[in-house]
């Protein structure tokens, strides 16, 4: 109630100069506290595309570094595969892997058992290729002399075509025995300078190193030719 007794519903008071200003007076406080609950109300609901942005990003990578785990993973699967196909492979190629060591038993053979034996086996194959080597270089020496006495025989039957009359004057059993003084007198001569008797086995080796070096065909061919030659020239 004002002074006057009227009520600030009436009518007359609100159409006043003083209830205009307590009306909007009471207006601007409701603005206001509707504008207070708003700003709020909107700062506390949070921010979902901010949060959803985050989220996806996490994921992302996360998804990443599994990818790049799992690609390591089967990259390291694959080298070990490959190294124990590579063991298999030597086990199966190297015979020395096949046979039965009696020092593990039955157990597997490890990775260093097998590259020792996988090395011992290939030192071997060299030494068997240099053998080889040395025994096709000695056959070509002795093919070498074979295709040279070949030559000689062919010579010899060509010259007794020619001279078919030559051969007719037979030779002595003596002539024969002389032949052969000749061929051992020169391989005797060989031996005894070759041949050391201090003990047994210091003479086997030596008559085995005597018999490859001076007993070849080509040097057998050169002591005939050489007694050949000299009993020809006594007897004509």
């Known amino acids: 109630m004002t002074e006057s007794g009227a009520s600030p519903e009436d009518p007359w008071v609100k159409a006043s100069p003083v209830g205009l200003f307590v009306e909007s007076t009471r207006k601007g406080s409701v603005v206001s506290r509707a504008n207070s609950i708003g700003s709020t109300s909107a700062s ?10 985050d989220y996806h990003q996490e994921a992302y990578k996360e998804s990443y570094k599994d990818r790049r785990r799992r690609a390591h993973t089967q990259a390291e699967q694959k080298r070990r595969d490959a190294i124990k196909r590579g063991y298999d492979d030597l086990q199966t190629i190297v015979p020395t892997c096949q046979q039965q060591d009696f020092s593990i038993g039955s157990q597997k053979l490890s990775k260093a058992i097998v590259l020792q ?16 080597e040395e025994e096709v270089s000695t056959l070509r020496k002795d093919v070498t002399a074979l295709k040279i006495m070949k030559v000689n025989y062919e ?16 030779v002595s059993d003596q002539v024969k025995f002389n032949v052969f003084q000749g061929i051992m007198d020169s391989l005797f001569q060989s031996f005894n300078a070759s041949i050391s008797v201090t003990s047994f086995q210091e003479l086997s080796a030596c008559v085995f190193n005597w ?23 006594q007897l004509y």
């Open 44 to 53: 506390s609901v949070p921010n979902t595309d901010d949060e959803d942005s």
């Open 117 to 132: 034996k996988t090395i011992d086996y290939i030192q071997f194959l060299h030494k068997e290729k240099k053998k080889q």
């Open 211 to 233: 018999i490859e070096e001076h007993c070849k065909p080509q040097t057998l061919r050169e002591i005939v030719i050489g007694v050949l030659n000299q009993l020809k020239n």
């Open 155 to 170: 010579q010899i039957v060509k010259a007794h075509q020619d001279n078919p009359h030559e051969g007719e004057d037979q």
